[in-house]
């Protein structure tokens, strides 16, 4: 399961031009699970980009740590811990791209995985609300995984769900109905995504150089049959 992002450099005015941005995107070379990341919800009819804790934390959870930062499509409708979320409170996580590690003999190779155009990806996410007093709460969210496509299952055996932009209105709308939302959780088109090996200085969440998404290896990505 993806355990860190890369958030930099997102264009998202550009890509959401009526998106509505009252706090400042979280950027990091190097985010890992427990720390605050920028979602995009639908509030009033309008997109509107906000802070959340990376890590569901529904009220009656009583350990932090035990706070899902990924959860599983398969399980959404069957577990209490996301069923609730996945009716009515989805939103999307923008990335430039995340990590995953491949296991080795000796060791585990991490690659970041970005859109092949290195155009923003939209992470589809779950969250929750966590009233601490009558008026002040907390907010956090889980991404959503989905088995690796063709290209990158050699790599890891899930990858979060992308939410195509065509498809972000109707997966953020609460009114949605099961089954169209259950149509976007599909792993990513062979042509979407590439991966390329990264240092393994990425190992360690303190570590927040931009060298964590330099390559060290070509990308690997979906090569279309040529006719002869």
């Given at each position: 399961?993806?355990g860190r992002l890369h958030v930099q450099n997102l264009p998202l005015t550009r890509l959401l031009p009526t998106l509505a941005t009252p706090e400042p995107l979280i950027e990091s070379p190097n985010l890992a699970?427990?720390?605050?990341?920028?979602?995009?919800?639908?509030?009033q009819g309008q997109y509107r980009l906000s802070s959340l804790f990376w890590g569901l934390t529904p009220p009656w959870l009583e350990v932090l740590d035990h706070a899902p930062h990924c959860a599983r499509a398969?399980?959404?409708?069957?577990?209490?811990?996301?069923?609730?979320?996945?009716?009515?409170?989805?939103?999307?996580?923008?990335?430039?791209?995340?990590?995953?590690?491949?296991?080795?003999?000796?060791?585990?190779?991490?690659?970041?995985?970005?859109?092949?155009?290195?155009?923003?990806?939209?992470?589809?996410?779950?969250?929750?609300?966590?009233?601490?007093?009558?008026?002040?709460?907390?907010?956090?969210?889980?991404?959503?995984?989905?088995?690796?496509?063709?290209?990158?299952?050699?790599?890891?055996?899930?990858?979060?769900?992308?939410?195509?932009?065509?498809?972000?209105?109707?997966?953020?709308?609460?009114?949605?109905?099961?089954?169209?939302?259950?149509?976007?959780?599909?792993?990513?088109?062979?042509?979407?995504?590439?991966?390329?090996?990264?240092?393994?200085?990425?190992?360690?969440?303190?570590?927040?150089?931009?060298?964590?998404?330099?390559?060290?290896?070509?990308?690997?990505?979906?090569?279309?049959?040529?006719?002869?």
């Open positions: 399961m993806t699970p427990r720390r605050p990341i920028s979602a995009i919800r639908l509030e398969e399980t959404l409708e069957s577990r209490a811990m996301f069923r609730d979320a996945f009716s009515a409170r989805r939103c999307v996580i923008p990335v430039s791209g995340f990590y995953v590690w491949k296991t080795q003999a000796r060791s585990k190779q991490p690659y970041l995985v970005t859109q092949v155009s290195r155009a923003p990806l939209l992470l589809g996410a779950l969250w929750c609300r966590y009233h601490t007093t009558l008026t002040a709460f907390t907010d956090s969210a889980a991404l959503i995984t989905v088995p690796a496509n063709l290209l990158l299952s050699p790599l890891t055996d899930r990858l979060p769900v992308t939410i195509p932009s065509h498809a972000l209105s109707a997966w953020l709308n609460p009114n949605t109905d099961a089954e169209t939302l259950n149509s976007l959780l599909t792993p990513a088109p062979l042509e979407l995504l590439g991966a390329f090996p990264v240092s393994k200085h990425v190992n360690n969440p303190a570590y927040q150089s931009p060298a964590c998404a330099h390559p060290t290896g070509s990308m690997l990505r979906w090569a279309v049959p040529q006719e002869l």
